[in-house]
């Protein structure tokens, strides 16, 4: 049904929490497995797990964090906005210009399954799916961590970490951060070595390492 992901998601539960959503859903339907569309399971080398999507019209994507390709910088969510700081590291030098895929779909793409532990929200309702989806989603960790193994999590925030239970620790490894909205109620920033530790992880694994973000000398950007 959704790539090759069959093989570690119960159908039966996952088509019964469908039928059971009612009302205008974020993101909007066709999105709902956007994650799981990107990335594959064969390529999966991590799992990235947050709370539930954007619940403001048009803003979820389908993709944990992401915003549309056409979100202004100024416009931009600001867990996002925390998330890609964190993620380039402005503390370092960079040499050149900085292309961020603001949609992070580039970073599915490499083997990341971005996912919320709600895969919709009721528009305008925070929370309002949390309980629904649950089911599903503790009984996909549970099963994914017991068949595949060397693949990193990492749990944003308190209701994500609440899936810790699911997830099984051998051979495998779990990270636990702050949800990003925390960072930008507190104003302060994520501390980017979570994307330094993934990477360290990935490269003792598979000898492969995420690319977070491309920098260009001025002369070659949009070319």
Excluded at 120 to 138: A, C, D, Q, Y
Excluded at 139 to 168: C, D, E, H, M, W
């Amino acid at each position: 049904m959704i790539n090759d992901w069959d093989e570690v998601l119960d159908l039966p539960l996952l088509y019964k929490t469908l039928n059971s959503i009612n009302g205008t859903i974020c993101p909007q339907k066709e999105d709902v497995f956007k994650a799981f569309k990107l990335c594959s399971l064969k390529d999966c080398v991590a799992v990235f797990l947050g709370q539930d999507p954007y619940p403001q019209k048009g803003v979820a994507t389908g993709i944990l964090f992401g915003n549309s390709a056409d979100t202004k910088e100024v416009d931009l969510s600001p867990s996002l906005k925390v998330i890609k700081d964190a993620a380039i590291d402005f503390t370092k030098p960079h040499n050149y210009p900085i292309e961020f895929d603001n949609t992070l779909e580039s970073w599915a793409k490499q083997g990341i399954l971005m996912i919320n532990s709600a895969l919709t929200v009721e528009m305008n309702k925070i929370g309002s799916h949390t309980m629904l989806w649950r089911p599903f989603i503790s009984k996909f960790l549970n099963t994914l961590s017991n068949r595949r193994t060397g693949i990193v999590y990492v749990l944003f925030g308190q209701q994500a970490q609440t899936f810790l239970p699911y997830i099984s620790k051998t051979n495998n490894h779990i990270i636990k951060e702050n949800h990003p909205a925390f960072y930008a109620r507190i104003d302060k920033p994520m501390p980017s070595t979570l994307f330094t530790q993934v990477n360290e992880y990935l490269k003792g694994q598979y000898n492969q390492q995420i690319v977070w973000y491309s920098e260009y000398p001025e002369h070659l950007i949009n070319v």
